[in-house]
């Protein structure tokens, strides 16, 4: 019988080496504010987007917290003492928002975070996995199995009358308290534990199109206080800036946990798209090697209470390609980085016959058409806002 998040909560161990190590100073100063009970949700918001926003090793996350186009769902103490339902239904209804805000553009991220002091000074074990795997569940509403990667969606709609809209795999990776000062820090956050969705590919276009609606309020006068621009305004400058992540990962005990490559002379088969800076010259620009898998979920490894990193954290290869190679053997580039088109005013049947000649990798990289109607999360999004 699957336990509930209140039962979780209280299975939960102290971490005897936290008493000890106690935590980064950045850290302990979001925690003053998080584990308030008197503060109020902006106020952790707030103080959470800043620690992010100054401390968050990927740059995307960095500059999504420092623009605002992060939405926050905040679960603390007193919620997690409610029922599952109670918890789902808060969760789903700051998700149905970032739906439409992200089909605005408005919005590029989402973090759902978990606040309790108890969480945060637990022990690494099962019990903390089996929680972080059920608070996963009631997000993705789908269940969750360790070690595996999971996406959610982010939509975007291009104004205009044709509505054409796009959608990306927002990738769902799980951040905690219990990272800070271990050899997997780069995952770390204050408050507890939380899950960070983001899809680059969407904040590019996202960005594009604030600059654009810039412009045209500009030439035809208006607001513009809506549209947020981005300086991740091309794939091109998100390859630099996820290399420049890469490179700058935590130096623990152990060493980094994730590491760009030299290429020691040799060239690789795809042509680097942008001039790399001093910084990043030499460096593999196609692939990095990292102890753990970026993209998985709920990796089991960060459940365990290791400080050095573990004889069996085996080195992986992990892609850059997706953000720039645009061939029929990368269909990443197009569901990752451009984006899928999923509603258009154009007749998909128009082209059927030639289409049935594509190569099958094509096929999968092909923009998806439906109807909006058929996208229910969608659709239920844009009608709670009429």
Request: net charge negative; hydrophobic share 35%.
């Amino acid at each position: 019988m699957t336990k509930s998040i209140k039962e979780l909560v209280e299975s939960l161990s102290p971490d005897p080496w936290r008493e000890e190590a106690g935590f980064s100073d950045h850290v302990a100063d979001a925690h003053a504010t998080l584990f308030d009970p008197a503060a109020s949700e902006s106020s952790k918001i707030q103080k959470l987007s800043s620690w992010i926003g100054k401390n968050q090793s990927c740059l995307f996350g960095r500059i999504a917290a420092n623009k605002g186009l992060l939405r926050f769902c905040i679960l603390d103490e007193s919620l997690l003492s409610e029922s599952d339902a109670t918890i789902r239904d808060k969760i789903q209804t700051e998700r149905t928002i970032w739906d439409a805000e992200s089909f605005d553009g408005h919005k590029s991220g989402f973090v759902l975070a978990v606040l309790s002091r108890r969480i945060a000074n637990a022990l690494p074990s099962v019990e903390l996995m089996e929680l972080a795997r059920r608070i996963c569940e009631l997000y993705l509403l789908e269940d969750i199995e360790i070690d595996r990667i999971y996406t959610d969606w982010a939509f975007l709609e291009k104004p205009g009358p044709g509505r054409m809209t796009f959608k990306w795999p927002a990738g769902v990776n799980y951040f905690s308290s219990q990272a800070d000062k271990r050899w997997w820090q780069d995952h770390r956050i204050p408050g507890g534990l939380a899950f960070s969705v983001n899809s680059v590919g969407h904040m590019v276009k996202a960005g594009l199109l604030a600059k654009g609606m810039e412009e045209i309020n500009a030439i035809f006068g208006g607001s513009d206080e809506d549209w947020i621009s981005s300086p991740v305004d091309s794939l091109e400058k998100a390859l630099d800036l996820a290399m420049r992540t890469i490179g700058r990962a935590s130096e623990t005990t152990s060493g980094k946990a994730t590491e760009l490559l030299p290429l020691e002379g040799k060239s690789l088969p795809i042509e680097c798209p942008i001039k790399l800076p001093d910084m990043l010259s030499g460096k593999n620009y196609c692939s990095y090697d990292a102890y753990y898998d970026t993209d998985v979920t709920v990796p089991s490894i960060y459940f365990r209470p290791d400080i050095d990193r573990p004889a069996d954290a085996t080195r992986q290869s992990m892609d850059f390609t997706y953000l720039f190679h645009n061939s029929i053997d990368n269909p990443h580039f197009i569901t990752m980085g451009t984006g899928q088109r999923i509603r258009s005013d154009v007749d998909p049947t128009g082209t059927s016959s030639a289409q049935k000649k594509i190569n099958r990798k094509v096929k999968r990289a092909e923009p998806e058409v439906i109807e909006i109607a058929s996208c229910e999360r969608l659709a239920r999004a844009l009608s709670s806002r009429k």
